[in-house]
């Protein structure tokens, strides 16, 4: 377990000195916070510093850390790589810094704040896809959650049913204020989903004889290309999103950002959750790479058969743990998609009042942004219960969909610090992540066999253009780094 434990370390040290390092840059001071300054009862309010944190876990975590890096795992121990390089310089400061930079403009979300630091082309393109990225979320979490309880209860329960169930509740913790279910519900399921993963790697290492951790020593190799797979560039980082870098969380950050009490408690709310989030996707790589012993044809075979959804954690959580880790892994594959496609619908209805302008505390207000949204996830939800093949379809363009929306967040955060920090290197934090970010999105766009264009465009032709096209905006970046005068920085968005 030499290579775990050495991951896990390398993810403490990192929250303990970069966190810090992107706290100096961000410059974190005792100004007014939304949740003090503007509190509305319903979507700005102040909650404690530990509870914010728990939430954000629960609006970041949901099965990506589960399913991603179970599906991971295919890619043998180099997954462990990604998470770790991921989480600590792309994943935790893109987490960081746009729920920072949103509590400096009072809770804006990410469309809202592209505008105002890439232009209003950008914030048109961001709106369209931050609104179909979390329709998608929503959506997507509706089934899977409901074929599981049907089978939980028997087949006595339909799974249309708890469908039903389901939206209801999204419809109903989407309108309430955030305190009165969310705030509720999500610590109590924020050390759930913790205890899970905390007790699974507790039973591989106690049945280490039967389950073996795979080292990255003398595995250092792409498992999945070796096997006749995709390889790992670019789509261990798409795989992989929650754990190591997921634009879905900038969907998520500014919701919290309307509730912490001081900026500095950002580092530990936004930073470290997005750690804590690596932990758990660490765990349930190593776990599954042990379980299915993805080092031998036949496990790696067993691991891709079977792939990262609630079938592959019952069998892990059932084989380490026994009737204990069944009841564990059927309440976290229950809750945990739950929970993120409640927060999706929110920042959703969110993010159309800004466009709309209209007030969200007015209750009306929320309904009628709410309505229209919820329309469009039942008929995708009942499209992808139709035919379980859309799931698919589904699931690609959302990876794709996904790390381009972490892409463009991590390009605002790095227009932001150009215009408002004057330290004239102090973007780099942001840009070096943007950059290859960009490089991930184009190329799996062009390289992806599934999608559109990797149905025509062969593997090495679409690594080679994608690799070129990100070298667009890391030259434009470059040009306005090297011109930019030391001059008085751009005033900032006060909290009114």
Not at 15 to 28: D, G, L, P
Not at 190 to 196: A, N, Q, R, T
Request: proline share 4%.
């Amino acid at each position: 377990m030499l290579t775990f434990f050495i991951a896990l370390v390398l993810l403490i040290v990192g929250f303990i000195f970069y966190s810090r390092v992107s706290e100096k840059v961000f410059a974190a001071d005792d100004r007014l916070t939304p949740a003090v300054a503007n509190p509305d009862g319903v979507d700005i309010t102040p909650l404690p510093r530990w509870k914010s944190f728990l939430i954000e876990l629960l609006n970041i975590a949901g099965t990506g850390p589960i399913f991603g890096a179970i599906s991971g795992a295919l890619f043998g121990p180099i997954v462990f790589l990604w998470i770790v390089l991921g989480c600590i310089l792309g994943g935790a400061v893109h987490d960081y810094f746009s729920g920072m930079i949103s509590s400096r403009h009072n809770g804006q979300s990410i469309v809202s704040l592209s505008g105002r630091y890439l232009g209003k082309a950008m914030e048109l393109l961001m709106r369209v896809f931050s609104i179909i990225l979390l329709i998608l979320v929503t959506a997507v979490f509706v089934v899977s959650p409901s074929e599981l309880l049907e089978t939980l209860t028997g087949g006595n329960v339909r799974t249309w049913i708890w469908m039903i169930i389901i939206l209801i509740y999204y419809l109903v913790s989407t309108l309430v204020p955030i305190d009165k279910v969310i705030g509720k519900l999500y610590p109590v399921f924020g050390v759930i989903l913790v205890v899970m993963a905390v007790a699974v790697i507790i039973g591989i290492a106690f049945k280490s004889e039967t389950y073996p951790m795979i080292e990255l020593i003398g595995n250092f190799r792409d498992f999945s290309a070796s096997n006749g797979s995709l390889p790992w560039w670019p789509f261990m980082m798409t795989t992989v999103a929650c754990g190591a870098v997921s634009g879905f969380h900038a969907t998520q950050s500014p919701m919290i950002a309307k509730c912490i009490r001081s900026e500095k408690e950002g580092r530990q709310v936004f930073y470290g959750a997005m750690v804590a989030e690596g932990v758990i996707a660490l765990i349930w790589a190593a776990a599954a790479m042990a379980f299915f012993r993805v080092d031998t044809a036949e496990g790696w075979a067993a691991l891709n058969a079977v792939g990262g959804n609630s079938n592959s954690v019952n069998e892990i959580a059932r084989g380490v743990l026994g009737s204990v880790g069944t009841v564990l892994a059927v309440v976290g594959v229950v809750i945990c998609p739950i929970t993120s496609g409640d927060t999706a619908l929110r920042s959703c209805r969110l993010i159309v009042g800004e466009i709309f302008k209209l007030d969200q505390k007015k209750a009306l207000n929320r309904v009628i942004l709410t309505l229209p949204l919820f329309a469009v996830v039942i008929g995708i939800s009942v499209w992808n219960f139709v035919d379980v093949k859309n799931f698919s379809v589904l699931w690609h363009w959302f990876a794709w969909a996904n790390q381009f929306l972490a892409a463009i967040c991590l390009w605002v955060c790095t227009g932001y610090l150009f215009k408002t920090n004057a330290k004239k290197y102090s973007s780099l934090i942001t840009a070096i992540p943007a950059v290859f970010m960009t490089a991930v999105v184009v190329t799996y766009i062009l390289a992806e066999p599934n999608m559109a264009l990797g149905r025509v465009i062969p593997y090495n032709i679409g690594l080679f253009a994608g690799i070129c096209l990100s070298l667009i905006p890391l030259g434009f970046y470059l040009y306005k780094l090297f011109t930019k005068k030391t001059s008085a920085p751009e005033a900032e968005i006060k909290t009114k």
